[in-house]
């Protein structure tokens, strides 16, 4: 029974990934500013899902590249531009926001990816809303 234990062991190390559900996933973001007459709902794709995680509790034991805190992030990604309406000239009235074509599972990129939970509901909107249609 030790050696079955131990092939499935390096088994799960080694394909940990394939158990993963890392997918673009339908989002909608509300975009306002202080400025412009109404709130943009602008519906895009993000980053969502499952990634195995290799953590354990005798940290001290294993190799550093034995641990593993993956999450869902971009693998490709586009930047696409949205115009605000109802914004005074003097305002920008443009919103660049990114769009999701593959994910994986990877290390968090803390140069375009907000690697913490977000605790409080700030996604809606104060002002009249107009959906964005791109």
């Known amino acids: ?16 990934q394939t158990a993963s559900l890392c997918a673009p996933s339908e ?29 354990s509790n005798g940290k001290k034991l294993l190799l550093k590249s034995a641990l593993s805190q993956n999450v869902c992030t ?7 531009t949205a115009l605000i309406p109802g914004c005074p ?9 990114p769009v999701a ?3 994986k599972c990877g290390k968090c990129n803390t140069d375009y990816s907000d690697c913490v939970r977000e605790r409080v509901r700030t996604n809606y909107c104060t002002k009249p809303q107009k959906l964005c249609t791109m």
Do not use: W
């Open 1 to 16: 029974m030790r050696p079955f234990f131990v092939v499935s062991l390096l088994f799960g190390l080694t394909f940990g």
């Open 74 to 80: 971009y693998k490709e990604m586009s930047y696409q």
């Open 101 to 103: 074509l593959s994910c």
């Open 27 to 55: 989002y909608t973001i509300h975009v306002e500013k202080r400025e412009c007459a109404y709130c943009l709902a602008i519906n895009t794709t993000i980053c969502a899902g499952f990634c195995m995680t290799r953590d």
């Open 89 to 97: 000239h003097h305002t920008a009235p443009y919103y660049s926001y």
